[in-house]
């Protein structure tokens, strides 16, 4: 039994709730309805998820609200494809417009990416990010194993660590107009990029580009890190060619926390296109600790851009 593409308002509570993954209440879930132009009562919401309950989409959780069941996040990824064109970089934005850090005082959130292992392997995915973080090719060496997380499955354990898009919130904040343009595959050989291999522009897919490398076999994230030869991935920013001494400048205060530098920036950078207008930042991405852990043979499935958490609790988990 399934819901019929026309009743969007049952979808985008399911896609709120894939969204978000802890319970959520009918109040919280109708402010967050009404930011995306469906405006519902309290009792409307109700209304929704109790038949979402019925057709064995959502169940509750105590007093708390809502989460999906796994025939709820099966309905969100299969129906309409095609308006989820987009998705997975409108909810990084989000992320980023959320995100408050201030590289000059090392304080305010960041986004975050959650991955999800059992618990047998917990320790040996965190050697992995570790390894990488120390080669230089992760985002952030900063991680927290949580203990307790009403998202977190029986039998699992959660690590969170940094998300890039936390640089475009820095940018915003700062008054640089930022764009996530593409993520790719990059070629390394004795340990100097090569140039790119492939590019997935963010604004036309359904998923998120470094995560299809990876889950596809498509990296080779242990031999970069080992011997410097191999397939890594990274991101591709654009910024206006006049914010460039700021540019450099806010990227030099996160260097400062732990961040790792752009491995290429310019208005023509490795094999990209060269562009007049708008200078490209290229930055590795915490993906490439969880596409480390993939090849080691951890069974790893990461929520890109989780939510948003104070970097003074990183700090203190690392």
């Known amino acids: ?19 978000h993954q802890e319970p959520m209440g009918a109040k919280r ?18 209304y929704y998820l109790r038949y979402l309950d019925e057709m064995g989409f959502t169940r509750k959780v105590g007093n708390t ?3 999906l069941t796994g025939e709820g996040i099966a309905e969100t990824e299969s129906a309409l494809v ?8 409108s909810k990084l934005e989000r992320l980023a417009f959320r995100s408050t850090f201030d590289p000059a005082t090392g304080t305010g959130d960041v986004a975050y990416n959650l991955s ?10 965190v050697r992995s990010f ?5 080669a230089g090719y992760g985002f952030s060496p900063a991680c927290k194993v949580l203990d307790r997380d009403p998202r977190v499955p029986d039998g699992q354990v959660g690590i969170l660590s940094l998300c890039s898009i936390t640089i475009d919130g820095v940018f915003q904040r700062s008054g640089i107009p930022v764009l996530m343009a593409y993520g790719g595959r990059v ?36 031999g970069v890190v080992a011997t410097g030869n191999g397939v890594a991935v990274a991101n591709v920013r654009e910024v206006p060619v006049p914010a ?10 996160m260097g400062q926390w732990g961040f790792t530098p752009p491995v290429g920036m310019g208005d023509r950078v490795f094999n990209l296109v060269q562009s007049p207008h708008h200078i490209s930042i290229v930055s590795f991405s915490g993906m490439n600790m969880v596409g480390y852990g993939v090849e080691e043979g951890y069974h790893i499935r990461t929520e890109i851009g989780a939510g948003n958490i104070q970097f003074s609790r990183l700090q203190d988990a690392g």
Not at 205 to 221: C, E, M, Y
Not at 244 to 253: K, N, P
């Open 1 to 19: 039994m399934r819901l019929v593409p026309s009743e969007r308002k049952y979808l985008e509570i399911l896609r709120i709730l894939k969204e």
């Open 130 to 134: 570790e390894k990488v973080s120390r």
């Open 29 to 46: 879930l109708s402010e967050i309805l009404a930011k995306r132009g469906f405006v519902l009562t309290d009792r409307a919401v109700q």
């Open 82 to 89: 095609g308006d989820r064109i987009g998705f997975i970089i």
């Open 116 to 125: 999800f292992v059992p618990e047998e392997e917990a320790a040996g995915v």
């Open 187 to 222: 070629s390394f050989e004795k340990g100097e990029v090569k140039g790119f291999l492939d590019l997935i522009g963010y604004r036309g897919t359904t998923i998120d580009p470094l995560q299809l490398f990876i889950s596809a076999g498509l990296t080779s994230i242990r």
């Open 244 to 253: 460039t001494g700021r540019v450099r400048e806010l990227l030099a205060q």
């Open 65 to 67: 609200g809502r989460i």
